[in-house]
């Protein structure tokens, strides 16, 4: 029997405990995270998505066939035309022009997390680069999930990040989830045990680059 996604989270299981349970996202969820750090998230996370495209633009590069290049063409056609002008939006209502938005430097925390992802896809494959976006892709579907599974998590008018969780509980994001959760798990039934350990290592160091990303967050940091 082959490797599934959900044992790559067993293998990571305490930082990937330590991403979706973050104070960030329990803050969040609870509606009492300050608004200047979900601002300061929020402008950074606008510049991850334009490398998030990238991204995709690389697995369209690393795609050895039509079904994978349609796949890929498709992911960057959604985060480009879609998804960006959908944040742009979001970050209009907390106060954010896309003036502002054009002219932000890029906090450390984003730096390292995006440059890992492209550069785990530049020396590896495709597994590797979609191991590499697999917390957040997949992952932010699961905080979504557990954010609603808990009772301090308020929802409605009550709490003003409200619209944040309903986006990621979406039919439209949680098929994405799914889709890509197939995705990997059709590819990990393949793998070798010492290939899956280098994968293990990839989506580690992945989740706790998405830890840090919560972090900067919380500390305003650049």
């Not at 035309?81 to 430097?105: F, K, N, Q, T």
């Not at 990040?161 to 989830?177: K, N, P």
Request: net charge negative; with cysteine.
């Amino acid at each position: 029997m082959g490797y599934r996604f959900s044992d790559l989270t067993a293998a990571c299981h305490d930082d990937w405990r330590a991403y979706l349970e973050h104070d960030f996202v329990r803050d969040l969820g609870n509606g009492t995270l300050a608004s200047d750090a979900f601002r300061h998230y929020l402008q950074q996370d606008y510049l991850f998505l334009i490398h998030f495209g990238r991204a995709y633009a690389l697995a369209a590069y690393k795609s050895r066939d039509i079904t994978e290049l349609r796949h890929s063409l498709e992911g960057l056609k959604t985060i480009i035309d879609v998804e960006l002008g959908l944040h742009i939006d979001y970050c209009r209502d907390w106060g954010i022009s896309e003036a502002d938005l054009a002219e932000l430097p890029e906090a450390r925390a984003t730096l390292a997390y995006t440059r890992y992802v492209l550069d785990t896809g530049n020396r590896g494959d495709l597994l590797d680069l979609h191991v590499a976006l697999a917390p957040c892709l997949v992952g932010y579907g699961v905080i979504a999930d557990w954010l609603n599974s808990r009772p301090a998590t308020l929802r409605g008018n009550a709490n003003p990040y409200d619209a944040w969780i309903a986006m990621y509980e979406s039919e439209e994001f949680q098929a994405a989830r799914r889709t890509e959760e197939a995705w990997l798990d059709a590819r990990l039934a393949e793998v070798t045990p010492r290939r899956f350990d280098e994968l293990v290592q990839v989506f580690r160091d992945a989740t706790r680059l998405e830890i840090d990303f919560w972090q900067m967050g919380l500390d305003r940091a650049l």
